[in-house]
C-alpha cells in the first residue's frame, strides 16, 4: 500500500516539477492579491484597527488562497488521465482503489503545501514574520489540513466528471465564493448577518482563522476549534471521495 501511494504522490510531483508555466502560473495570483490588497488596504486597515499591519492578516489568507487553488485544481489530473487512458490502467491494477485515492490526494495536497511555503516565503519581502517555531510547526498543521481537505474535493468531484470544461466551470463558480467569504481579506467581525452565517458554514474560513491564529495570534473561533473542525472535515471528505472511487468507471 505504502508503495502504490508513494508511486502515485511521486508522479504527481514529477509533473508539477516539470511544469514550470503551472509553477509561475500558480503563484500569479496569490501575489499579486498580497501586493495590490497589502498596499492599497494597508492604510485604511491600519486607521480602523489602531496602527495593526495589514500585511500580518493578509498574509496567512493568501498562503491558503495559494493552497485552496492548487489542491482543488489537482482534480483536473484524474480527468485528464481518464481522457488519455492511464486511469483505465490504473483503475484495473491489481491494487485498491482506496490507495489510488489516497495516493492521488496525498500527491495533490503535497503539491499544494509546496506551493503555500513559497508563497510563505515570499511574504517575508513584504515584512511578514513568524513569531517562532512552534507557531510555524501548528500552521504547517494546518496548511497540511487545508490541502487535504480541499486536494479531496477537487478529486471527488473529478471522480464524477468526465468533461474538463465542466470541471472548471463548477470549481471557478464554487471556489471564488469560498475564499472571499472565508475572511482570508476581511475580519469577520461587524459583517452583516447573512454574510457572517455565510462565512461560518465555509469549511475554509477554519482553515484561514486557525493558520492565521497559529502563526500571527489573531483568531476568531480558537485555534484548537479550528483544529478539530477542518480536520473532521478532512478525514470526512476523503472518506467519501473514496466511497465515489471505488464505483468510478475509467
Not at 512552534?134 to 487545508?146: A, D, N, P, Q, Y
Request: some cysteine.
Amino acid at each position: 500500500m505504502i508503495e502504490v501511494i508513494y508511486a502515485l504522490c511521486l508522479r504527481q510531483l514529477k509533473h508539477y516539477w516539470r511544469s514550470k508555466a503551472r509553477l509561475t502560473g500558480t503563484l500569479g495570483q496569490p501575489m499579486l492579491f498580497l501586493i495590490a490588497f497589502g498596499f492599497g488596504f494597508g492604510p485604511m486597515y491600519s486607521k480602523v484597527s489602531g496602527g495593526a499591519n495589514y500585511i500580518d492578516f493578509l498574509a496567512p489568507g493568501i498562503v491558503t488562497m495559494g493552497i485552496l487553488f492548487t489542491a482543488v485544481f489537482s482534480g483536473l489530473e484524474v480527468i485528464w488521465d481518464r481522457q488519455f487512458g492511464f486511469l483505465k490502467e490504473t483503475l484495473v491494477a491489481p491494487i485498491s482503489r482506496t490507495e489510488i485515492m489516497i495516493g492521488k490526494t496525498f500527491g495533490g495536497a503535497t503539491i499544494a503545501i509546496i506551493q503555500g511555503l513559497i508563497i510563505l516565503g515570499l511574504t517575508y519581502i513584504l515584512g511578514f514574520r513568524i513569531p517562532s517555531i512552534t507557531s510555524l510547526v501548528i500552521g504547517l498543521i494546518f496548511m497540511f489540513l487545508i490541502a487535504i481537505f480541499f486536494t479531496g474535493i477537487g478529486l471527488t468531484i473529478a471522480s464524477q466528471m468526465k468533461d474538463m470544461q465542466g470541471f472548471q466551470m463548477i470549481l471557478n463558480f464554487l471556489i471564488m465564493p469560498i475564499f472571499f467569504l472565508s475572511g482570508a481579506l476581511f475580519p469577520l467581525k461587524n459583517l452583516p448577518p447573512a454574510i457572517y452565517f455565510i462565512s461560518r458554514i465555509d469549511p475554509l474560513t477554519y482553515g484561514v482563522d486557525g493558520l492565521r491564529g497559529a502563526i500571527t495570534g489573531i483568531s476568531t473561533f480558537g485555534v484548537s476549534s479550528d483544529l478539530a473542525l477542518i480536520g473532521s472535515l478532512s478525514v470526512i471528505i476523503c472518506l467519501i471521495g473514496a466511497v465515489l472511487f471505488s464505483r468510478m468507471e475509467a
